[in-house]
């Protein structure tokens, strides 16, 4: 575990998931003859309807700037949190909504550098943004043991209390650990942040797709206090990824900030009436989550045969020890099987595993156990 201020250790633009098609034309494939384990989204795919929603929007209409229907049925579907819809602000993707932040709390403030705080390792666009916005990254490293991976929040609030974060980034189940913070230790957090002024935004982009989803949101936490932000991705609980679309649930006065600084039409038409329609499949998300669950016990249950540690994971994906993990990447990439490398979050011994259906799952854990076999898993 350790704590310091990183400002030059790492570029402004994060490595992301997803299968590049210039990877693509190197290898000689087709996305269609590809399997991408490298993104973590619903193995699903998307709620019924969302196809002909899709095909009924005008094409040759603007989008509505202020998505005005979807913040309201993203407000109908929080109102037991207390979420009103002057407590909600759409994005595209999540990600927009993170470079909204840095640019309200960050890039704004005059006189002094301000900090962030991230929890790493962990997503490197909260690094990116903050670094573009021209902040200072300030993080504290999980301990990393057999049973996964952990922070010491007595430190992280002291951490707070010694930096004064503007920010404070928390991801939560954790990427690309899997990692779960208890939403009490969220709560202690959110006191040490309100105690220096500042944010805690907690990216809860794959909490909807863990069994464990009731037990750490903070959307009811964000409805009543100023100083929490509650991100979610509708992109990864609805396989919505074309598309980009992600949410806010925050205090009225920090939304009216970031909606200051929000371009119009920055959500497509397409987007707001899928998102719509997706949110009205009452049952999608728990179906969602026993496929995950599923999958996640098929990669786990053969990769552990093979001798390969998978740590516990509360999220939709699953992080491997693999040895040289980008050799492996790349071996499995040249068979269409495309995992995710984790050199870029100071992870060079694992992947991480997005969890597609079973049937898919067996046909990667096949792939590896054939490398192993034949002498050509990396160490």
């Not at 666009?125 to 990254?137: F, L, Q, S, T, W």
């Not at 430190?155 to 650990?177: M, Q």
């Not at 970031?258 to 949110?279: C, E, K, R, T, Y």
Request: aromatic share 4%; charged share 20%; net charge negative.
């Amino acid at each position: 575990m350790g704590s310091q201020p990183d400002n030059d250790a790492a570029p402004l633009r994060p490595v992301h998931g997803g299968i590049k098609e210039a990877e693509l034309r190197a290898l000689g494939m087709r996305m269609e003859d590809c399997l991408d384990f490298s993104a973590s989204v619903s193995p699903l795919g998307p709620p019924a309807g969302v196809a002909e929603a899709i095909a009924a929007v005008d094409l040759a209409a603007y989008p509505d700037p202020h998505c005005l229907a979807l913040t309201e049925t993203i407000a109908a579907h929080h109102v037991e949190d207390g979420v009103a819809t002057g407590s909600v602000i759409v994005g595209n993707g999540s990600t927009e909504i993170i470079h909204l932040l840095t640019r309200a709390y960050i890039a704004t403030s005059t006189g002094h550098v301000p900090a962030a705080l991230l929890l790493t390792p962990t997503y490197g666009e909260y690094d990116g943004a903050v670094r573009i916005a021209g902040g200072k990254v300030v993080t504290l490293t999980a301990t990393r043991c057999s049973r996964g991976f952990s922070w010491d929040m007595g430190v992280a609030a002291e951490l707070i209390s010694a930096e004064r974060p503007a920010l404070t980034f928390v991801c939560n189940p954790n990427n690309p650990t899997g990692a779960l913070i208890s939403r009490s230790q969220l709560a202690a957090l959110a006191d040490a942040v309100a105690g220096v002024g500042g944010l805690l935004v907690v990216d809860e982009a794959y909490i909807n797709l863990s069994e464990r989803h009731a037990d750490a949101g903070v959307i009811n936490l964000a409805a009543r206090y100023g100083s929490v932000v509650a991100l979610r991705s509708m992109t990864k609980d609805y396989a919505l990824t074309a598309l980009r679309l992600g949410y806010a649930i925050a205090a009225p006065p920090v939304i009216a900030r970031l909606q200051a600084l929000q371009p119009d039409w920055s959500v497509n038409g397409l987007a707001q009436a899928a998102g719509i329609v997706a949110l009205a499949d009452a049952e999608y998300l728990q179906r969602a989550r026993q496929a995950v669950a599923a999958s996640r016990d098929c990669v786990v249950e053969r990769l552990g045969a093979l001798g390969i540690r998978c740590y516990p994971t509360a999220a939709n994906f699953v992080l491997a020890q693999v040895g040289d993990a980008a050799a492996l990447r790349d071996r499995l990439a040249r068979q269409g099987l495309f995992v995710r490398d984790c050199a870029s979050f100071g992870l060079p011994d694992c992947i991480r595993i997005g969890l597609r259906p079973v049937v898919d799952c067996v046909r990667l854990a096949d792939a590896i156990a054939a490398l192993v076999d034949s002498g050509s898993r990396p160490e």
